[in-house]
């Protein structure tokens, strides 16, 4: 039985329960304002976005006269 992991948890757990409000409200800032910067930068740079772009780079061009 895996008594250390569990009493890990455990005393995590219980640091996590005396912690204050104001501890969570800015995990909760910070968390939000990384998810954005990750989301923001990984639509930009992942590889469907890449595949995307060149596909839109090679189709042709209509042009109006």
């Known amino acids: 039985m ?5 009493i890990g948890v455990g005393f995590s757990l219980w640091l996590i329960y005396f ?3 104001k ?3 800015r995990f909760g800032v910070w968390f939000v304002l ?3 910067i990750y989301l923001a930068y990984s639509r ?3 590889r ?3 595949v995307q ?7 042709p ?3 109006h006269p």
């Open 53 to 59: 772009r060149a596909a839109k780079d090679t189709t």
């Open 44 to 46: 930009r740079h992942s």
């Open 19 to 21: 912690l204050e409000w």
């Open 48 to 50: 469907l976005a890449l």
């Open 2 to 6: 895996p008594v250390v992991p569990i």
């Open 34 to 36: 990384g998810a954005i």
């Open 61 to 63: 061009k209509h042009e």
């Open 23 to 25: 501890t969570y409200v």
